[in-house]
């Protein structure tokens, strides 16, 4: 028994398909193959290509005859110039159509970096809700013997880095305390910092500005 397809459904998944096309970057081969689907990043020597059936793919940049690519990407030049916009690629030359210059041109062996511009916003502005990286160590050791020792010391750090600045924190702890002695703490200590590092134009370091707590040490 034969169903019908309503008109709308085709049409719809026509207009699916069209889509998936058209948004889709077009990477043309020195030997004629095609490969489609999503620019991650190139480094002027290879290019990875990020494709539905195989995941990332790598690619020789000198096998690549022209690439094709409709959303915008940051390529940097080795003349120090970045160009943001869609690309395309053709007889060794490289074409930016940027929003605020026109269309930029470069010759393809001048390529440095080319990534998407939304993977450069996120990279160089996670927002300090995003972004970190970093570990807790936690130690302790008794003793027992002449004396009845307990320590126990913890130390924490985390680091934001960022394409214009690093952030870093750090807190560390130290507790002892001996039961055969008179008051029995015998140390506590807690201490932090914080280093913030511009990394454009000048450096700028602040450290230990953050936390500088050093709480009730007796001997």
């Known amino acids: 028994m034969l169903r019908r397809i309503p008109l709308f459904s085709c049409a719809f998944f026509v207009c699916i398909s069209l889509t998936a096309l058209t948004f889709a970057d077009q990477v043309t081969l020195n030997n004629g193959d095609r490969l489609t689907g999503k620019v991650v990043k190139s480094d002027g020597k290879t290019l990875i290509l990020h494709t539905d059936a195989a995941g990332d793919v790598t690619i020789k940049f000198d096998a690549i005859q022209q690439i094709t690519a409709e959303e915008d990407l940051r390529v940097s030049l080795k003349s120090g110039k970045t160009a943001v916009g869609p690309?395309?690629?053709?007889?060794?030359?490289?074409?930016?159509?940027?929003?605020?210059?026109?269309?930029?041109?470069?010759?393809?062996?001048d390529l440095v970096d080319m990534q998407p511009e939304s993977d450069y916003e996120k990279s160089a502005h996670p927002g300090l809700r995003h972004g970190w990286n970093g570990g807790t160590n936690v130690g302790f050791s008794v003793a027992r013997g002449n004396s009845q020792t307990e320590n126990l010391a913890v130390a924490f750090n985390a680091a934001h880095p960022t394409l214009n600045d690093n952030i870093t924190l750090y807190v560390s702890s130290i507790y002892t305390k001996n039961d055969l002695a008179s008051p029995s703490t015998v140390a506590n200590l807690v201490q932090?910092?914080?280093?913030?590092?511009?990394?454009?134009?000048?450096?700028?370091?602040?450290?230990?500005?953050?936390?500088?707590?050093?709480?009730g040490i007796t001997n």
């Open 87 to 109: 690309i395309t690629t053709s007889d060794g030359k490289l074409e930016v159509a940027t929003k605020a210059a026109g269309t930029v041109e470069a010759l393809k062996a």
């Open 192 to 215: 932090g910092g914080f280093r913030l590092k511009m990394l454009k134009e000048e450096e700028i370091d602040l450290e230990d500005v953050f936390m500088g707590i050093t709480k």
